[in-house]
Nanobody
Framework: QVQLVESGGGLVQTGGSLRLSCGAS?????????????AKWFRQAPGKQREWVAL???????NYRESVRGRFTISADSTSNTMYLEMNNLKPEDTAVYYC?????????WGPGTQVSVSS
């Protein structure tokens, strides 16, 4: 069993920056989890459906939803088994709970989420 925990959320002004972290722990299968499995960041704003934000594949290619491309960067540190989402030039429409997700052997694992609020 793998546990994911997000951190780094908070309240910032428009144009500000935050770096979210997603730490993985649990059984041996959690080691290097972000190096061998596709991992993603999602977000869910109040009253809206959860949406995909960014993904990172085991071999490196990344992808982003159009509204965050050029502002957000997904990365991972295999030594600490942590995935990151660097968010710059934040906008009020980025306000949401952000979740990390990884699929291991086709089973999805989610973190509990971290709140990001951007004031105008």
């Amino acid at each position: 069993q793998v546990q994911l925990v997000e951190s780094g959320g908070g309240l910032v002004q428009t144009g500000g920056s935050l770096r979210l972290s997603c730490g993985a722990s649990g059984t041996a299968s959690s080691s290097n989890v972000f190096s061998v499995n596709t991992a993603k960041w999602f977000r869910q704003a109040p009253g809206k459906q959860r949406e995909w934000v960014a993904l990172m594949t085991p071999h490196g290619p990344t992808n982003y939803r159009e509204s965050v491309r050029g502002r957000f960067t997904i990365s991972a540190d295999s030594t600490s088994n942590t995935m990151y989402l660097e968010m710059n030039n934040l906008k009020p429409e980025d306000t949401a709970v952000y979740y990390c997700k990884v699929e291991i052997n086709m089973k999805p694992y989610w973190g509990p989420g971290t709140q990001v609020s951007v004031s105008s």
